[in-house]
């Protein structure tokens, strides 16, 4: 089974701070990692994607990929309140995207 | 406008019925996905379909049945041996080649009355 894990939280951040995600993935053969938003009710939305080591940054968000530690993380830079939502990591399993099942991310005023 | 439409938003089943979703893209993408979602859980691959006419199993594909005869649809029918069909679907679709984003509908609320 290819596993991608991530902390549930809540993880809880005042407004303007620097959130800080992290997904970490079993399948070492795996080349495509995905960043998902998802508020509550709704569907996921896709906010980055990254297949290199290093960074990727876009606008106020940067995914991080390490696949020697088979680690991928996303940084938020000044978080804002409507940044609160779950946030799903995603590895492309050769057919289909396996997701974790979330960190839950709340944006405090 | 291009993107994923799933109806209805909302769908109620009573014991015993089958039910089918729907999915439509206009993006055309090759590949398209159903998963399921239960309160608090990751998303769980349901069925895929990379090509027209043809279809593989996901993760927990019994009680589920599906049929890809345009590449635009790829509805879902939850039929009576799904055991516990109360979930949020999400049908997703992607181009096919590996390494590109997919993308969802807005989802479909089943719930058994």
């Known amino acids: 089974q290819k596993e991608v894990e991530q902390n549930s939280g809540p993880l809880s951040v005042p407004e303007g701070a620097i959130a800080s995600l992290n997904c970490t993935y079993s399948?070492?053969?795996?080349?495509?990692f995905f960043w998902y938003r998802q508020y509550s009710g709704k569907s996921p939305e896709l906010i980055m994607s990254i297949y290199s080591n290093g960074d990727k940054e876009d606008g106020r968000f940067t995914a991080q990929l390490n696949k020697a530690s088979q680690y991928v993380s996303l940084l938020i830079r000044d978080s804002q309140p409507s940044d609160s939502a779950t946030y799903l990591c995603?590895?492309?399993?050769?057919?289909?995207?396996?997701f974790g099942k979330g960190t839950s991310l709340l944006v405090t005023p | 406008d291009g993107g994923i439409t799933q109806s209805p938003k909302y769908l109620f089943r009573k014991e015993g019925q089958n039910v089918t979703l729907s999915c439509e893209q206009n993006l055309n993408h090759d590949a398209m996905y159903w998963y399921r979602q239960d309160p608090g859980q990751g998303l769980r691959l349901i069925y895929y379909s990379q090509i027209v006419n043809d279809f593989q199993k996901g993760d927990i594909a019994e009680g589920y049945s599906v049929s890809r005869e345009k590449k635009e649809s790829f509805p879902l029918t939850v039929t009576s041996a799904q055991k516990n069909p109360t979930a949020f679907y999400l049908c997703?679709?992607?181009?096919?080649?590996?390494?590109?984003?997919?993308?969802f509908g807005q989802g479909t609320r089943l719930t058994v009355v």
């Open positions: 997703a679709s992607s181009t096919w080649g590996g390494s590109t984003e997919a993308f």
């Open positions: 399948d070492r053969g795996s080349q495509s």
């Open positions: 995603a590895v492309h399993s050769g057919y289909a995207l396996n």
